[in-house]
């Protein structure tokens, strides 16, 4: 293979949420997925049948005849998992937000091919608004992986490893912990027989919101008010569930400061 | 006016962020706007122009000849604002999520005409989907309260004041929480020259996520995976941020216990 080829043929390590919205997109785009290598035999088999590819029961085997090798798997097992597979001179690249691109070190060419977004099963999204956040270790694959990327996002960025990380760990923030949010608001209406559904136009609002408005302008609600009655009074009806209360007593506190500090 | 007659025309106390939303879809769904009554001068005038009301300075005057009276005005507020006001039999409601209706037992009649939703006057929003929360003390009057909020909403439910109260504080959480979590991560990246735009498809998605899927099966993430690897990593970076870092913290051990004890 030539370096100024286009990327045509990949392989995944990993057949988990990341791997398998990847491997759609691409697969989608044209992109041939030819070999799928997971410890989750389950998962490796359901990978395979969807996108007609080979499962491959040795790691070593995983960077042959393939123009890129994708380490889909958890974040602490990159430098790892790399580690196992020799060197042929493929290309290959994680999918983590955290690992510096030089966890693939052990290889001739290596990047990272990073989407920024949450992943689930069972989960259809649009790819094309994903950010994709690319390095790697020669300009001609930063350009292969640019082209290769711009067919399935039209959100494609050159990230180095500490910009990188920052995004990941904000991501975790306005996320996950977002989510959790979700789920503790789901825990309390449920202990009061309230249904979830009336929140949903106001989390979709709060999202929407900052697309357009710095987050100091869009805050709202008692904290921002310094409404000291509906704080005390929000405190004592969380008195069963101590945990949230923790929360909410953080972060009230923390807007209170920002606003009237 | 009879009581089986539509509400037709209305008057404000408050001239803010609640009370500037509500009146322009009421404007636009043809409501009469009287007038408008608020200690902010500034505010109160251009609330009047906009809707071709009257400023009243007197707020002893502000329930005369019309059909119901709209108290949007700080939740600390509501119960001093409306024994200031004489009970000339006009229905008065107010629009706060924490007061129970009985803050405006004073009046012979009176409901509550909540809209569960964040406003900011920098931002139109689509009040057709904002779930309203109606309470009233006689059924002739919810029935027309309903009336009136069906012209501006198609989401609107009977909700009593305990349930109410549970919705506005899972309000606060799922969104000032949230936009406070927005806003740190927004610091956190300009501290490193990285764009917040990275992050709002992001950011949409994790609130999309939420309308089908239950909050639980849509959680992921390093402290979802018991990642303790990245957790240490991100805790590290956070240093610099001590506050921040204790929202890291908080969270990230709450979702932890919750899928992995």
């Not at 785009?29 to 070999?35: C, L, T, V």
């Not at 005849?65 to 958890?74: F, K, V």
């Amino acid at each position: 293979l030539s370096d100024t080829n286009s990327i045509e043929t990949v392989s995944f390590v990993g057949s988990g949420n990341v791997a398998t919205h990847l491997a759609l997109a691409l697969f989608k785009a044209g992109i041939g997925i030819k070999s799928v290598f997971s410890p989750n035999k389950l998962n490796a088999d359901e990978f395979a049948e969807k996108f007609k590819c080979q499962v491959v029961s040795d790691i070593t085997e995983t960077a042959k005849s393939i123009d890129m090798l994708i380490l889909a798997i958890p974040d602490s097992r990159v430098a790892e998992v790399c580690n196992s597979i020799p060197d042929n001179g493929t290309l290959v690249v994680h999918t983590s937000g955290i690992n510096a691109m030089e966890a693939l070190k052990s290889k001739s060419r290596y990047g990272v091919f990073y989407p920024l977004q949450t992943f689930s099963k069972e989960r259809e999204l649009d790819m094309k608004t994903v950010p994709f956040c690319l390095e790697a270790n020669n300009n001609n694959d930063l350009q292969r992986m640019y082209e290769l990327a711009k067919k399935i996002s039209s959100n494609v960025h050159f990230v180095n490893s500490k910009k990188r990380k920052l995004l990941h760990l904000t991501a975790v923030m306005v996320s996950n912990f977002s989510n959790h949010l979700y789920h503790l608001s789901y825990d309390i209406l449920e202990s009061g027989g309230v249904s979830f559904d009336f929140l949903k136009p106001l989390i979709q609002e709060t999202a929407s919101k900052v697309e357009e408005i710095h987050p100091h302008k869009a805050q709202t609600g008692p904290a921002r008010r310094n409404d000291i009655t509906t704080l005390e009074e929000h405190m004592k009806m969380l008195s069963q569930f101590p945990e949230y209360q923790q929360v909410y007593k953080l972060l009230s506190e923390q807007i209170r400061k920002k606003f009237h500090e």
